[in-house]
């Protein structure tokens, strides 16, 4: 069984290096981590009294390797889930901080259980996804995959902008669909045709 050391390896693999896209609301980011997250954190890295594009260009793999390991798995108690699902919530909550766990909360309230959308992990929602898994071990990661990929056409057809997320220039599959079916069954991944279809009102 992978470490938590390892998940966060892959994390930051799919992270990649420094962007400063415009069109992202995170901002500079290098290794996953948002010049945001750096402020919240104080991490002047260059020491000039404030956090800059600068701090972030001079961010580390190993301290996003701690980052995502203290502030988007510890803090918000991903490992308080079950085990099936908290490589995919983990990878989530680096991509969209309490989003990973909303989505999850919001599969459990379609599946019954009384949890409240508020992105924390408390002893409600540790309950409520320990039975979903204990009743569904083999299909709780792929609904929760599932809902992660409904999440991001979701977020691209309210935002055009993020479109190029999730569909590629060539209208393939862009890296937010890639991502999230990276977690999901190769039975449930959506094929081409079906992508195109789902995105083909974005023009």
Same mark, same amino acid.
């Given at each position: 069984?992978?470490?938590?050391?390892? !998940?966060?390896?892959? !994390? &930051?693999? *799919?992270? /990649?290096?420094?962007?400063?896209?415009? =069109? =992202?609301?995170?901002?500079a980011t290098n290794h996953g981590v948002t010049i945001h997250t750096?402020?919240?954190?104080?991490? =002047?890295?260059?020491?000039?009294?404030?956090?800059?594009?600068?701090?972030?260009?001079?961010?580390?793999?190993?301290?996003?390797?701690?980052? %995502?390991?203290? $502030? @988007? %798995?510890?803090?918000?108690?991903?490992?308080? &889930?079950?085990?099936?699902?908290?490589? #995919?919530? %983990?990878d989530m909550q680096v991509n969209a901080g309490a989003h990973g766990?909303? !989505?999850?909360?919001?599969?459990?309230?379609?599946? /019954?259980?009384?949890?409240?959308? =508020?992105?924390?992990?408390?002893?409600?929602? *540790?309950?409520?996804?320990?039975?979903? +898994?204990?009743?569904?071990?083999?299909?709780?990661?792929?609904? @929760?995959?599932?809902e992660r990929r409904n999440y991001y056409y979701a977020l691209a057809?309210?935002?055009?902008? #993020?479109?190029?997320?999730?569909?590629?220039?060539?209208? /393939?599959?862009?890296?937010? !669909?890639?991502?999230? $079916?990276?977690?999901? #069954?190769? *039975? @449930?991944?959506?094929?081409?045709?079906?992508?195109? +279809?789902?995105? +083909?009102?974005?023009?």
């Amino acid at each position: 069984m992978p470490t938590i050391e390892d !998940i966060a390896d892959e !994390i &930051l693999a *799919r992270e /990649g290096g420094y962007v400063n896209d415009p =069109d =992202d609301p995170g901002g500079a980011t290098n290794h996953g981590v948002t010049i945001h997250t750096m402020r919240r954190l104080g991490l =002047d890295l260059d020491g000039d009294g404030q956090v800059t594009a600068a701090d972030v260009r001079r961010l580390t793999r190993a301290q996003a390797r701690d980052i %995502f390991i203290a $502030e @988007y %798995f510890r803090k918000p108690r991903i490992d308080w &889930l079950p085990v099936q699902v908290q490589a #995919s919530v %983990f990878d989530m909550q680096v991509n969209a901080g309490a989003h990973g766990v909303r !989505i999850l909360q919001r599969l459990l309230g379609r599946m /019954g259980f009384p949890v409240v959308e =508020d992105g924390a992990v408390g002893p409600l929602t *540790r309950a409520a996804a320990g039975q979903a +898994a204990a009743a569904a071990p083999d299909h709780i990661a792929d609904a @929760y995959g599932i809902e992660r990929r409904n999440y991001y056409y979701a977020l691209a057809d309210r935002r055009p902008a #993020s479109r190029k997320y999730a569909r590629r220039l060539d209208g /393939g599959k862009g890296g937010w !669909i890639t991502r999230a $079916e990276a977690f999901i #069954s190769p *039975r @449930y991944r959506l094929s081409e045709d079906a992508h195109r +279809a789902r995105v +083909a009102a974005w023009g």
